[in-house]
């Protein structure tokens, strides 16, 4: 099969296109997945440059990708789930890194997949998984409510449009940094925009002068400003600030879980939530898929089509 493969660390020039990668064995409580679309993340470039070789197991050569959109092209031993033809979509994380979504194939645990949204295109499906389990994960662990105020850090990312419109749909009123091109979007999707640089504490207590309940830092660099404006600094939640529990915060690492991601294709087929296309791209192209990402000025998903 044909699959994107890397042999070592490297940086995006490191990825090659092959097509003689073998089919994947397809074990008890698994699925052959056909890919229609991969979801590119910050994550894999970054795996890819051996930034989380610390605490992650991974084995070359390696095809990257969690992400996924397919259809079901073989079942495992004893795995009823599923059936050959059903649409998933899914964050196939499995025990250590190496075969994974930028592929035509991938095998795929059940617990890590879910029916696709009916509603939304394979490309749009395979922007969701890791992206809206980590928003709405985050916004589980800030126990965000009906009716309370949750800040977004860095709100048109990939992570952030879809926490954005996930808050909204729990009843949340959301407030969102971002550069000045994005605010009408952010507006679009339910939320009140506030400008990134000097000055944005202010901005922020401005729009929430008594403070706000929950805080989430979706860029990294958050944790102590959020902290400044919640009224309890363990409803603060990063993706990517290591020292955030030091703090008195939360890290989280997503992960892959059925029911959540059952829930966002309901919000997807309610129409609450949708897919905000940066690029989708072939599966051959995914270097130039992984420099984008890593250029920091996409607004929405990278994707790559197979």
Known sequence: M??????????????????????????????????RAAGVNP?????????????????????????????????GED???YAVGDEVYGYVR?????????????????????????????????????????????????GVREGETVVIHSAAGGTGSLGVQIAVALGARVIGTAGAHNHDWLRSLGAEPVLYGEGL??????????????????YGDGVDLLQSLVKRRDRVVSIADREAGAKGAHQLWVRADTADL?????????????????????????????????????????????
């Open 262 to 306: 059952t829930f966002l294709a309901g919000l997807a087929d309610t129409g609450r939530l949708t897919v905000e296309l940066a690029h989708a791209l072939p599966l051959a192209e995914a270097a130039k898929a992984w420099e984008l990402s890593a250029s920091g000025r996409t607004r929405g998903k990278i994707v790559l089509t197979v």
């Open 43 to 75: 994550v894999d470039w970054k795996l890819a440059a051996g930034y989380l070789d610390p605490i992650l197991e991974v084995r070359h050569p390696v095809i990257p990708g969690w992400d996924v959109a397919g259809v079901v092209e073989a079942v």
């Open 2 to 35: 044909k699959a994107i493969t890397y042999d070592a660390y490297g940086t995006p020039a490191s990825l090659r296109l092959v097509d003689d990668a073998p089919t994947p064995k397809v074990g008890p409580d698994e699925v052959l997945v056909r890919v």
């Open 201 to 218: 504490a202010d901005r922020l207590r401005a729009l929430a002068p008594d403070g706000v309940d929950a805080g989430l830092d979706f």
């Open 79 to 81: 795995t009823f789930d």
């Open 94 to 142: 499995k025990e250590w890194v190496q075969l994974g979504t930028y592929a035509e194939l991938v095998s795929a645990p059940v617990r890590t997949l879910a029916r696709k949204p009916r509603s939304l295109s394979f490309e749009q499906a395979a922007g969701i998984p890791l992206a809206g389990l980590t928003a709405y994960q985050s916004l589980k662990r800030a």
